[in-house]
């Protein structure tokens, strides 16, 4: 659903991405994991077309959806505005489908975006993605700045389309611990590199990653 090949990606003369590969299979749920500034939004958001690769290729396979680092909502506008804004390309604008995924979301259908919780705001952002009803999704740090309890929502409301609906994911986290739980596999990125790559259970095991991204080893 997802390919990228050799990418490389410069911001002027900075190298954000360098020789980067990384696939994401129907129905999988993918990791992508690294510290700060290793490169990882800069790859959604060539997956998303909104940076353009130096050299290489990316592509997705079906509907894509991107759920953008720091949410992005239209803070005076109504949640349900907001959800209406995720179906542009799309003819179907009935909301009626993510109520159904993320029943709270109906609930605060009138709200203002701009005076919700972080956690309501970031289900928002998920909901607006889910509008047009994607085959693939990317989600840019689902749990910056929310609490542990919220995020375990919001991840097993992933979960259960990743499982129930075949919706593939790449779930791009700082927090590795928590993707490592959810995925089945990870790249780990640093400095604009993949340096590690395969199933989740066997990169726990490997010492370096487990040292640096588990807090174990
Ligand atoms: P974070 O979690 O902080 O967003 P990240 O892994 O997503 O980190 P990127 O935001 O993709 O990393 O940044 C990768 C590198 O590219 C960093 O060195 C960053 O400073 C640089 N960079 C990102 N966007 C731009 C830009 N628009 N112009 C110049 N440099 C940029």
Redesign the pocket.
Known sequence: MITVEELVVR??S?T?LDGVELQVGAGEMVALV?P???????LVDTLSGVVRPASGRVATEGRFAHVP?GRQLFGDLSVEDNLRLGAWRVRDRDPRHVYGVLPDLEGLRGRRAGALSGGQQQMVAVGRALMGRPDVLAVD?LSLGLAPKIVDDLVRHLVRLNREEGMAVLLIE?NARLAFEVCSRAYV?EAGRVVAAGACDELARGSAVARAYLGGG
Do not use: D, I, M, R
């Not at 700060?36 to 800069?42: D, F, L, P, Q, R």
């Open positions: 911001y002027g900075a954000a690294g700060n500034g290793a490169g990882k939004s800069t680092e740090e700082q990125l």
